[in-house]
Structure formats: C-alpha cells, structure tokens
C-alpha cells in the first residue's frame, strides 16, 4: 500500500465517522505504517552512541531520515544535524478538517538507539473535550499522552519502548502523529477519548 492510499483511508475515516468503521479504519493505517520505510534505513539502522560528537554513521542515518520525510511530508525538516545536543525534526502536519499542528522531534544523541519524544508544539494550549489543557492531563494512556516538556508542549506516546527498535524511522513516527490528531479531533467533536479510536502504539 501507497502513501497515497494511507492518506485516502485517513480521508474517509474523517468523513465516515461512525463508531464501527472509524477505529477499523486508523487500525488499517497503523497496520501499514508498521509495515513501511525500513527497506530504507538499511545497515545504518544503529550508530554508536557518542555523546560529544555526530558520528559519520550517524550522519548518514539523518541524511537518509531526511530524504524519507522530504518525499513524504515535506514540511518537516532535520534540524542542526550535524549537532547532536540540538538535532531534532520540526515541522507542521494538516489534518483532513484543515487545522495544522506543529511537531518537534528532539533526538539528543541516542537516536535511533531509544524512542524520541514528540510534543506538539502549536497551537499552544491544546485541549480535551471538557476544555482542560493536555499538558496538566499529562501521561494518560485513554489519550496516548507522555509527560509534557518544560515548556508545556503535550507529549505523544507514538511507541512504547518496548516496540522501539532502531529501524523505526522518523516518517512512521511522524506518520503515527498524523493519526493521532485525527483521533484528537474526534475527540473534540465526540468527547470520546482517543484510544477509542485507535490503537495503542
């Protein structure tokens, strides 16, 4: 199955939403998202650790998450890659109804060894269906939320660590993101929470 073909499910997930068919349908993208973009990564799954510097296998391995994103969802982009302290991806994703959201991706320097965190960084202040802000939830799993950072940005919960390996690449991240704010804006509009309408990841 294509990108294309993810995208037209997420489509008629958002404009068939009753409650038998809409979780069905953001399992069928999780299915395949599981399944997509390791071929690309290769050898270069898992660099070293170094904690003082990007190592050129390192570099190679963002070079190749950026070419991934690049083709798939060109608004993000690898930042200061070539620092490990700063390295992050950022960048906005659109939901089907038009809002857009954006996302940082920090990688420090033990990507892609552990899970990155994601946090959804505007709108600023985004809230559940009852008008709480998700950073003061903080970690609930009926909503697929980590801790929020120090800034306040609500976390997702796009893997557990348990279901990371080094071959999970930045665009299956990004990609289980695009789920996630189509399931936050069902919410929104039914109050239901987001594991009920997908997955735990």
């Keep these: 199955m294509t ?7 997420l489509r008629d997930f958002t ?7 809409e979780r069905r349908g953001l399992q069928a993208v999780l299915a395949v998202v599981e399944a997509l973009a390791d071929e690309f990564i290769g050898n270069d799954a898992a660099p070293a650790p170094n904690e003082c510097r990007m190592t050129s296998q390192a570099m190679a391995r963002l070079q190749k998450e950026q070419a ?3 083709t798939y969802f060109p608004a993000f982009r690898i930042q200061c890659p070539d620092d490990p302290e700063r390295a992050g991806a950022v960048g906005t994703l659109t939901t089907n109804a038009g809002n857009e959201y954006g996302l940082w991706i920090p990688l420090g320097t033990t990507f892609p060894n552990e899970r ?7 709108p600023k202040s985004l ?4 008008g709480k802000r998700l950073a003061k939830i903080g970690t609930n799993a009926a909503m697929h939320l980590l801790a929020p950072n120090e800034h306040g940005h609500p976390q997702i919960c796009h893997h557990n660590d348990a279901s990371w390996t080094p071959n999970v690449t930045l665009y299956k991240v990004v990609m289980k993101a695009r789920l996630w704010l189509e399931a936050y804006e069902m919410h929104k509009a039914t109050g239901k929470d987001i594991d ?6």
């Design 3 to 9: 990108f294309e073909a993810v995208e037209t499910i």
């Design 127 to 130: 809230k559940n269906r009852r």
């Design 116 to 122: 990155p965190e994601m946090f959804v960084v505007s």
């Design 68 to 70: 991934l994103l690049k």
């Design 196 to 201: 009920h309408y997908l997955p735990h990841m």
């Design 15 to 21: 404009e068939n939403n009753v409650v038998a068919p």
